[in-house]
């Protein structure tokens, strides 16, 4: 049994990866600071689980401003999902907010981890670390030139942790997720935005033309590369997190038609700015030193967030 830190933990994937840990008979002391990018409500439904667990133990606190010693204490390896999400928000006078949380919060949890006997930090990043990029199937080796405020800042947490890796020896390792979705999505990320929509009888608003692509990644396979790569993740190293699950946001709707048995109303407006035209994630590197391999394909995860949105 294994003692773990995760931050950020009543948000959408870090309350599943918990979940997994406590599953298995490990400890998670979470933290979180609650932000107000979504309803606090959420995501203490997100917690409400874990709290009836006697492995789990939670504070509420800002990784950008508190004393962090006494969460670390005893904790054998660090899950870092804390972030400001949500690329069309981080521009203007947001952009404080994301360089406190992103990268402010990382080099102070990075500082503090320094010295200790850690067996893991893993560093959840985004495929926006990319940008708006031609040379698909995207590689770890490959440029990464974002075009979002929020891509630049989850690229500089990136090398922050490469840093602590090189200078202090602290074993991080950064993971690139791929467009995750599934139960407890963000109320601000598309499938849910589509689904709940639906079921109110309203019109969804597309971005584009729709024909932009995505890599698509259910959560229960993001949590599996997770918990690789906190159990044997090579440290000072970066892996993509994708679902090979690729199609056009048009493919991808007319999926989720399927899935709902309801024909979806379609608004086209105009491409925000930071969206990147195509993602395709390159796996082979997670897959030969990870085992990374995901196993759910859109149509059943669609189904199952779906049904996840219908209960509540």
Request: some cysteine; aromatic content about 8%; proline content about 4%.
């Amino acid at each position: 049994m294994a003692n773990y830190l995760v931050t950020g933990v009543a948000g959408f994937i870090g309350s599943h990866v918990a979940e997994r840990l406590i599953e298995r008979g490990d400890s998670v002391r979470g933290v979180d600071c609650f932000t107000n990018y979504y309803a606090k409500s959420l995501k203490e439904k997100n917690l409400s689980a874990l709290l009836e667990s006697p492995g789990f133990v939670f504070d509420e606190l800002d990784l950008s401003s508190a004393d962090l010693s006494a969460v670390l204490e005893e904790v054998d390896a660090v899950c870092h999902l804390a972030a400001q999400a949500g690329v069309r928000a981080s521009w203007g006078r947001n952009f404080g907010t994301y360089l406190d949380c992103n990268i402010a919060a990382t080099q102070r949890l990075l500082e503090a981890c320094k010295g200790r006997s850690l067996a893991r930090f893993v560093y959840a990043s985004s495929s926006s670390v990319y940008g708006d990029t031609e040379d698909l199937p995207m590689r770890e080796r490959g440029a990464t030139c974002p075009v979002s405020p929020y891509g630049v800042t989850k690229l500089a947490a990136e090398h922050l942790a490469v840093l602590y890796h090189r200078n202090y020896g602290l074993p991080t390792v950064s993971l690139r997720f791929f467009t995750v979705y599934g139960p407890r999505q963000r109320p601000d990320m598309a499938f849910r935005r589509f689904i709940s929509e639906t079921l109110a009888g309203r019109p969804i608003e597309v971005y584009g033309d729709g024909k932009q692509t995505r890599d698509f990644t259910f959560i229960d396979d993001i949590v599996d590369g997770v918990v690789r790569a906190l159990a044997d993740g090579p440290p000072g190293e970066v892996f993509n997190l994708g679902g090979g699950s690729r199609v056009t946001l048009n493919e991808a709707l007319d999926t989720l038609e399927r899935v709902m048995g309801r024909k979806i109303e379609r608004h086209h407006k105009a491409p925000q700015k930071g969206d990147v035209r195509d993602t395709l994630a390159d796996n082979s590197k997670a897959r030969a030193e990870l085992g990374f391999a995901p196993l759910v394909g859109l149509e059943e995860g669609l189904a199952r967030e779906f049904e996840w949105l219908r209960s509540l």
